[in-house]
């Protein structure tokens, strides 16, 4: 029984963790109070729901709980601190206000308060990015340090930075009002596309995917479409269902990668195809198109749709995808040039994904010895297991080719 | 919660600008007062002489020095500034995109620090 309630808080802490730190930022007011309120409304829920029975609505209950977590830790410091003891005052007032923990379409709210607070354009780029995937969708210090090429410290440091900024400099929690919305709703995109980026191939662990991340990122997706149908939103939910239909596909039974020519079509998902082709189709019938929407479409055109995608969002790995895409359209040589002039540069020099796409077209070019260099540098720098086996078996592949 | 709004411009622009264009600059500002008055966010504000005319000063080990010219050389200088209230910082940027400096140049906002006396 304590076992199965154990697995139950488990499960509620991955469906509904974030949901509940969201409203408890706006009860609180404050990102760390609401980061510990939730860790001790979780330790009450192991503690307490064994003997006590699972409430009828856990999430209603946890955010209560952790609100009277912090009010309580708040009242303890007050002893110390008066102007502490205001605050637990206001908080306990507030409190009494019921409709606020009932769990219906304001607290959904509560989750874009934080998307559009923690994408708010007066922080720094990268840190609106690093504060959505930490507070938003739960991601570790080191998954979005892996995901953004940038070291561990450098990245916890931007993401304290952000917090005080929000505290200190009194940044809203609060959607954009109706008129700021389409202005603000472009870097929440760019968010999203890269938290499905990131569930869809995980940087580090023995599986390829990490379905959460990627539901997550849909999910937010939906809600964004829900409450602002902007052609650009819609893209991009197309783009990561279409990604997503072929997900079971692109790993073997025994957790090999699979690529897009060997897979299995029957295993792909129709309804997010249906899904997803529905959606570009309306994205595409109003006139704004924005990139997420270009990447969703047929490799017939994608070399052109990544040249504009380039001009929208000119990051080294959107041109090594371009790379790629004119590997297909021209041959193998045209698309090398293109990475060996990228890697020069430098900017992709620690990132696996650029060697091992450089190793694949010096196979298929013939330049073995070229291509065992880089599937190696790439197996040195790869944390995924998937793409660890991958690798090796095509170095071992080109061993016995020799 | 208070906002100070530093408006930074090139400071040589406005010696180069015919009399008709500067007036027309200082109508607008006049405006962008009295519309803050009225909206309830001024505070208060000042335009600065420009930096040929600044002093910085510093005592180390209890000796007075002062040196000729701002504190840093930079491209663009603080001309002048408005002391706000706003709501948050939502409300401070659409009171900064409203201010004429944010189109001859840039206004940095930056929230007060309000320290209470023991």
């Known amino acids: 029984m304590a076992e199965q309630v154990r697995h139950l808080v488990d499960a509620v802490y991955r469906s509904d963790s974030r949901r509940v730190l969201a409203t408890l930022i706006r009860l609180l007011g404050d990102f760390d109070l609401a980061e510990e309120a939730l860790h001790d409304a979780f330790a009450a829920a192991v503690e307490r729901w064994p003997s006590d029975g699972v409430p009828g609505s856990p999430r209603a209950w946890l955010v209560s709980t952790g609100r009277f977590k912090a009010i309580d830790a708040m009242r303890r410091r007050a002893r110390f601190d008066a102007s502490v003891g205001e605050l637990a005052r206001r908080f306990d007032a507030a409190a009494n206000d019921a409709k606020e923990l009932e769990a219906g379409d304001g607290v959904e709210d509560d989750r874009l308060r934080l998307i559009f607070t923690c994408c708010h354009p007066a922080l720094a780029p990268d840190a609106q990015i690093a504060l ?115 997900r079971v596909a692109r790993t073997s039974p025994t957790g090999e990668l699979v690529l897009l020519a060997d897979q299995d079509r029957s295993l792909w998902d129709r309804d997010q195809i249906a899904e997803g082709t529905a959606l570009v189709e309306r994205a595409l019938s109003s006139r704004r198109i924005g990139p997420y929407t270009l990447e969703a479409t047929d ?69 073995t010895a070229d291509a065992r260099r880089s599937y190696q540098r790439a197996l040195d720098l790869t944390r995924q297991e998937p793409e660890r086996r991958f690798l090796e078996r095509r170095l071992h592949e080109l061993g016995l080719n020799v | 919660m208070k906002y100070l709004c530093m408006i930074y411009s090139e400071e040589g622009a406005w010696g180069k600008m015919p009399p008709a264009e500067q007036e027309k600059w200082l109508g607008e500002y006049f405006a962008f007062s009295d519309g803050i008055k009225k909206s309830g966010h001024y505070v208060g504000s000042n335009a600065l002489q420009p930096t040929p005319t600044a002093t910085t000063v510093r005592v180390r080990n209890g000796k007075v020095s002062t040196t000729d010219g701002p504190f840093v050389e930079t491209k663009e200088q603080l001309g002048g500034y408005y002391l706000i209230e706003a709501k948050d910082l939502n409300d401070a940027i659409q009171v900064a995109a409203r201010c004429p400096g944010a189109r001859h140049g840039s206004v940095e906002v930056r929230p007060i620090i309000e320290y209470e006396r023991p």
């Open chain 1, 132 to 246: 959505t995937l930490r507070e938003v969708c739960g991601l570790t210090t080191e998954e979005i340090a892996h995901a953004f090429l940038t070291p561990a410290p450098t990245l916890a440091q931007r993401i304290v930075r952000a917090k005080a900024k929000i505290r200190d400099a009194r940044i809203p929690y609060v959607v954009p009002t109706h008129a700021a919305l389409p202005e603000r709703l472009d870097q929440v995109l760019r968010v999203i596309y890269l938290v499905f980026n990131e569930g869809y191939a995980a940087s580090s662990g023995a599986s390829l995917t990490r379905h959460d991340l990627s539901g997550e990122a849909i999910r937010l997706g939906r809600l964004l479409v829900e409450l602002l149908p902007e052609p650009e939103a819609m893209g991009l939910l197309a783009l990561m269902l279409l990604h997503e239909s072929r």
């Open chain 1, 299 to 367: 490799w017939v055109q994608i070399v052109g749709l990544y040249d504009v995608l380039e001009r929208v969002d000119p990051t080294p790995v959107v041109e090594l995808n371009r790379a790629v895409a004119v590997a297909m359209r021209d041959g193998p040589a045209a698309g090398l040039a293109i990475i060996d002039a990228l890697l020069a540069r430098g900017d992709l020099d620690d990132y696996h994904l650029a060697h091992s796409a450089r190793a694949d077209l010096c196979r298929r070019v013939g330049r």
